[in-house]
């Protein structure tokens, strides 16, 4: 399990020591209800949250780019200031890492180049968007990304961010954390730090390993 220690090394401290890395904080999801997904959200519209129960609110999110190529290398998002006391790779429901071999991992497919974190409830309200731009749209309708993604990230003069937040429903407030993933295509673990209480302290989703 090299990819775990490299992450514990990496980011048990409230700050992040590699020269290799460019660290960022680039703003807050809301979680209403506690069950994080991690998805490409335009190919898993379904995804299954992690079994970890995560607190409500506000959390800061953070990206960590890769120097040399600028590419974003680990998302991160930190629940509580506690010391951490155990590392564990994200699950949902029905995986075991014991089933794993070494160097297997549990993660999330990526082939549009963009991963997100966002609230159960959120894919739920993203979800329902999709549906009634369909509807509304009919033959006109060209995707979810390009009715709803495509302009946080693109304007009439090229790329505007690697990264944004979006909010598919008015009167719901969960936010989607959208970004570049590393490289683009791949399949991708996330890590969670517990305290000795076994809560969440933070989450790590890794693109680029970076030793």
């Known amino acids: ?87 564990k790779m994200a699950v949902t429901a029905g995986q075991d890492v014991k089933d794993l071999g070494e160097e297997e991992i549990f ?21 329902e968007l999709e549906k009634r731009l369909y509807h509304s749209k009919g033959a006109d309708f060209m995707g979810i990304y390009e009715e709803f993604f495509h302009e946080y990230f693109f304007d009439e003069k090229g790329a505007i961010d690697q990264y944004a937040f979006l909010k598919p429903a008015d009167e719901h407030p969960g936010t989607v954390f959208a970004f570049e993933t590393g490289y683009g295509e791949g399949f991708y673990a ?10 969440p302290v933070k989450i790590i989703t890794e693109f680029i390993e970076i030793s």
């Open 1 to 87: 399990m090299t990819h775990i220690e490299n992450i514990k090394k990496l980011f048990s401290k409230n700050f992040v020591e590699s020269p290799l890395l460019e660290s960022f904080e680039v703003g807050k999801i809301y979680l209403s209800s506690g069950k994080l997904i991690a998805c490409d959200p335009l190919i898993t519209n379904d995804m299954q949250p992690f079994t970890t129960e995560f607190p409500k609110g506000d959390f800061s999110v953070l990206l960590h780019k890769e120097r040399e190529s600028n590419c974003v290398a680990y998302a991160e998002i930190i629940f509580s200031a506690a010391e951490i006391a155990e590392w």
């Open 107 to 127: 993660g999330y497919p990526v082939e549009s180049g963009m991963g997100c974190l966002m609230d159960a409830d959120t894919q739920n309200s993203l979800n």
């Open 190 to 199: 996330s890590y969670i730090a517990y305290d000795k209480d076994q809560k």
